[in-house]
Structures are given as C-alpha cells and as structure tokens.
C-alpha cells in the first residue's frame, strides 16, 4: 500500500495568511493526487484533483502543487470558512489511501 | 447537480451484516464509478471500495473477504454489504461519485455503531 503522510498534523493561524499544508507518498503517484476540505460533521469536498487541478466552484486562492512523492496545498488567503480539516489522496493504485489529515484551526 | 444519500441501519450487532445503500439523484449512474469510504470515530478516511456501474469492482484487501458493493441501475443505487462485523468497523459511512479518480459528489455520511 501506498503511505500518505502530511504534516504538519494541526496548525494555528489567523484569517488573511498564507497556509502551506505538505503531503509525502511513500513511493512515486506522478499527479495523482487529491485534497480534499472537510468541516466538521460534514463530508470531505473535493478541492483540487490532479495535483494541481483546481475543482470548479472551488475558490482560486486554494492551489496545489507537486509531482512524484511530494506535494503541497496552499491557501492564499486563509478565509474564515477555511478553518477545516484537509486530507490529500492518492489515486495512483488500489488500495487508494488517504493522508491522516491536517486540522486548521484559528490562532 | 448530482445529489448522493446514505440509507441504512444505524446500530449493527457484532458478527452481523452491515447493509448500506446509496441513492443517486441529479444524475446518471450509468457510465460513473460509485465507492464507498468510511471514517472512524476521530479517525481519517479509509477508502472501501468501488464498482464501475456495468459490474466492475475493486475493494480494499484489508476488507476484500468481507465487502460487496453492488449496483441496481433501476433504482439508481448503488448498496454496500459489510460481513461479519467487530467494533473495529463502527464507522461514518460515506457513499460518492468517483472511484478509480477523485471523489466529486459526496452524500453526507451516515454513522453505523456495531454494538450488541
């Protein structure tokens, strides 16, 4: 199986700052990689695809980017309703696995 | 817009069977993949399996043994069969659009507890 881990696990930050959130594959996925928001209680969205790939409807200041193992999600802007929980996936190969999860939360 | 929707028992008993379905509206479930992933409490998100609406399926080897996913194209569903269960398994059980790519459409989560 393929090991996604992202770090850091939680982070502190205020409305209007830039968030980097990271993820590593275990071994090489290319792009196939997804990040996905979810806030509690609710299920995940799907916010970018392809590594890079920005989902529609979804706001411009979230972008992705990385190929091979290593990738990064990042919000611009950090907005009050961003305070969430974020997970990347890999869908290179079954079992498709997801990363343990990055929690957002206000400083 | 494609609309998904969880159904199914709330409370299972251990060694039982957990039976889910989805039901798709908005859309066609024709020509999609349909998978079921599930989140334990405080837990991330383990993906279960998915099948392509013709028959194809793929299922995660830690569950394989015990997992069917099914389709009923006259019902627009799609269902989940979970055998033998522990607590190991008391979970929020999603249902979504998607499966060998990423998950587009999401229902909103039905929480299954496998207690006696």
């Known amino acids: 199986d393929i090991q996604m881990t992202q770090s850091p696990s939680s982070l502190s930050a205020s409305v209007g700052d830039r968030v980097t959130i990271s993820c590593r594959a275990s071994?090489?996925?290319?792009?196939?990689l997804n990040w996905y928001q979810q806030q509690p209680g609710k299920a995940p969205k799907l916010l970018i695809y392809?590594?890079?790939s920005l989902q529609s409807g979804v706001p411009s200041r979230f972008s992705g980017s990385g190929s091979g193992t290593d990738f990064t999600l990042t919000i611009s802007s950090l907005q009050p309703e961003d305070f969430a929980t974020y997970s990347c996936?890999?869908?290179?190969?079954?079992?498709?696995?997801f990363g343990g999860g990055t929690k957002v939360e206000f400083k | 817009q494609v609309h998904l929707q969880e159904s199914g028992p709330g409370l299972v008993k251990p060694s039982e069977t957990l039976s889910l379905s989805c039901t798709v509206s908005g859309g066609s479930i024709s020509s999609q993949y349909w998978s079921w992933i599930r989140q334990s409490p405080g837990k991330g998100l383990e993906w279960i399996g998915y099948m392509y609406y013709s028959g194809n399926s793929d299922y995660n080897p830690s569950l394989r043994s015990r997992v069917t996913i099914s389709v009923d194209m006259s019902k627009s569903q799609f269902s989940l069969k979970l055998t033998s269960v522990t607590t190991a398994d008391t979970a929020v059980y999603y249902c979504?659009?998607?499966?060998?790519?990423?998950?587009?459409?999401w229902g909103q989560g039905t929480m299954v507890t496998v207690s006696s």
């Open positions: 996936q890999q869908t290179y190969s079954t079992p498709l696995t």
């Open positions: 071994q090489t996925i290319s792009d196939y």
């Open positions: 979504a659009r998607g499966g060998p790519g990423p998950a587009d459409f």
């Open positions: 392809g590594a890079s």
